[in-house]
């Protein structure tokens, strides 16, 4: 899949977004190894801290449809209702969620008024947090 198709399906999935507390608006789409899509958009809550960013909610989907490996991922968001102005990269809980399963050489596409921007994942999150390295103690 072409990084251009895959910030459409982001853009598509943005459209689902619930946020009438932020009217920010927020699609993710993310590609498994074998080809397959997941996307997700932002769920507010009146309980503000209950809310899920677009990114967790098509990383958690993936995951609860037994999928872990991850080649690609497409996250676009602004002013509801609005075009991407900004690029809207993803917030530091959802890198740290994204982490766990996503190489640093993994392509993030983001999306500004200019059109598409391609970062790495690792650019992102450098320096990440795990406790992979428990897995070589005794
Ligand atoms: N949001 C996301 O969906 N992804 C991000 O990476 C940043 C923020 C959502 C959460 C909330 O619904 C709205 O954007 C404003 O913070």
Do not use: W
Request: contains cysteine; charged residues 25%.
């Amino acid at each position: 899949m072409t990084s251009e198709r895959l910030l459409e399906e982001a853009k598509k999935a943005r459209k689902k977004s619930y946020s009438p507390y932020s009217h920010f608006a927020v699609g993710a789409a993310l590609l498994t190894a074998d080809g397959d899509l997941f996307t997700g958009c932002n769920v507010e809550n009146a309980s503000y801290g209950a809310t899920c960013c677009a990114e967790r909610v098509a990383l958690f989907s993936a995951i609860a449809a037994g999928k872990t490996d991850f080649r690609a991922l497409a996250v676009v968001g602004g002013k509801a209702g609005k075009e991407p102005v900004e690029l809207c990269p993803p917030c530091g809980i959802c890198r740290q969620a994204l982490s766990e399963f996503c190489p640093a050489e993994m392509p993030v596409y983001l999306c500004d008024r200019e059109g598409l921007k391609a970062f790495r994942f690792g650019e992102l999150l450098p320096l990440t947090f795990s406790t992979k390295q428990l897995e070589n103690e005794d």
